[in-house]
């Protein structure tokens, strides 16, 4: 059963948006086999930042994907607002996919017969949202993303930047409470990481969204309120802003950075 973690600060919302407990995920048979996650546990509280960093192939994919039911986890389990998301089945398990849950994936997988606009609104025409506020709120975050001119052109039309903010605005443009993204700014030089890094902290400041992003950029890590440091699909430590401004929780990310090693930082 899941431990319970209210705590008095949570008054308003008791439950945790997400925990992460024993986690494990084997790959491959028993002759040779790869533990990318090794028993991680941890709870996020419901409205928090959190940014995961740690090396490559460190299992950080591996755990999105098990949060989100795109991979099944080999031992432990993955609770998302009270609700085992294992235990998921049918219509309860597409609304989870599609209604509580916006995932921006490391390679932007947009869809490449449908037009920016189509891959950006087909959340919203599955949901029966009307034609006329579609249109408003697909305006509004290519708007806010930067991808205004890129409504019209296929994917394939596209440049890797402009696939991955086209990717972030159809994940959130149905609003939801949970946002997993993996490297959303990997592919972004540094403005629009910086725009990308905005649209999240809006999302997380004015909605309320809960995010988990993983990224190998500390200065993306420092716009978020803790960040998890992964190593061996286990957790290595954690850091938690505090009263620290970015640039101050910035120098502690990169003080650990270096004590986690696996590679260097993104040059800016
Ligand atoms: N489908 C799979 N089959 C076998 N091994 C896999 C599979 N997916 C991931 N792995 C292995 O699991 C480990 C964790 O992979 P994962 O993709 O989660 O790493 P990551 O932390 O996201 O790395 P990166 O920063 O490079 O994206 C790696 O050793 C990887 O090779
Ligand atoms: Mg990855």
Redesign the pocket.
């Known amino acids: 059963m899941p431990e319970k973690h209210s705590s008095p600060s949570q008054a308003h919302n008791a439950q945790p948006a997400l925990v992460v407990e024993r986690l494990e ?1 084997v ?2 048979g028993k002759g040779n086999p ?4 090794r028993g991680l546990s941890f709870a996020v509280e419901d409205g928090q930042f959190v940014a995961v960093m ?12 098990c949060i989100a039911t795109i ?1 099944r986890p080999t031992g432990g389990q993955v609770t998302v607002n009270g609700t085992e998301v294992s235990r998921l089945r049918g219509k309860a398990l597409a609304r989870f996919r599609r209604e509580d849950l916006g995932f921006i994936f ?1 390679d932007s997988n947009l869809i490449d017969t449908l037009s920016g606009r189509e891959n950006i609104a087909l959340e919203l025409s599955i949901r029966g949202v009307k034609a006329s506020e579609t249109d408003v709120r697909v305006r509004d975050i290519a708007e806010r993303l930067g991808v205004k001119d890129v409504l019209e052109k296929f994917p394939a039309q596209m440049s890797g930047g402009q696939r991955q903010r086209v990717a972030a605005a159809r994940a959130i443009i149905g609003r939801p409470r949970l946002i997993l993204a ?2 959303p700014t990997g592919a972004l030089d540094s403005r629009n990481s910086a725009v990308m890094m905005e649209t999240l902290a809006t999302m997380n400041a004015q909605m309320g969204a809960t995010i988990l992003m ?1 990224t ?1 950029d500390p200065f993306a890590a420092s716009h978020s309120s803790r960040v998890l440091f ?1 190593r061996d ?1 286990a957790l290595f430590t954690e850091l938690v802003r505090g009263a620290d401004d970015d640039k101050a929780f910035l120098t502690r990310i990169l003080e650990v950075q270096a004590l986690l090693g696996g590679e260097a930082p993104h040059a800016r």
């Open positions: 995920r790959f491959g790869t533990y990318a996650l740690g090396p490559s192939g460190s299992g950080k994919t591996t755990l999105l994907n991979d490391q993996d490297e993983v190998h992964v699909g």
